[in-house]
């Protein structure tokens, strides 16, 4: 059974940096397209990024776009979502979703969630 777990959630000040990590276990990520989205509460999940198995293929949502990277390293088994200049608007619980070797990774594709990692930004 694939497990994935978030981190590097926080509070920072608008303006600055974090980056989050999606561990695999019990799969490879390699097999895995996977998808951040955030949530804030009482509003629907919003799409962040996503990234196929191999890396080939890279979608963000225009509000991240140029400010956040998704990379994958099959070494370590885990997705990133490098998150830079954050704004207020960005905070929201995040989470990752997989889906084994389907691409586009829509929302009845997904296989697996996390639980979440929170991430606050203060102005």
């Known amino acids: 059974q694939v497990q994935l777990v978030e981190s590097g959630g926080g509070l920072v000040q608008a303006g600055n940096s974090l980056r989050l990590s999606c561990q695999f276990s019990?799969?490879?990520?390699?097999?895995?397209?996977v998808a951040w989205v955030r949530q804030v509460p009482g509003k629907d999940r919003e799409f962040v990024a996503d990234?196929?198995?191999?890396?080939?293929?890279?979608h963000y949502d225009d509000s991240v776009k140029g400010r956040f990277t998704v990379s994958r390293n099959a070494a370590l088994n885990t997705v990133f979502l490098q998150m830079n200049s954050l704004k207020p608007t960005d905070t929201a619980l995040y989470f990752c979703?997989?889906?084994?070797?389907?691409?586009?990774?829509?929302?009845?594709?997904?296989?697996?969630w996390g639980t979440g990692t929170l991430v606050t930004v203060s102005s």
């Open positions: 990234i196929r198995w191999d890396g080939g293929s890279i």
């Open positions: 019990g799969g490879f990520c390699r097999r895995y397209a």
């Open positions: 979703a997989a889906s084994e070797l389907r691409w586009p990774i829509t929302g009845d594709r997904v296989e697996y």
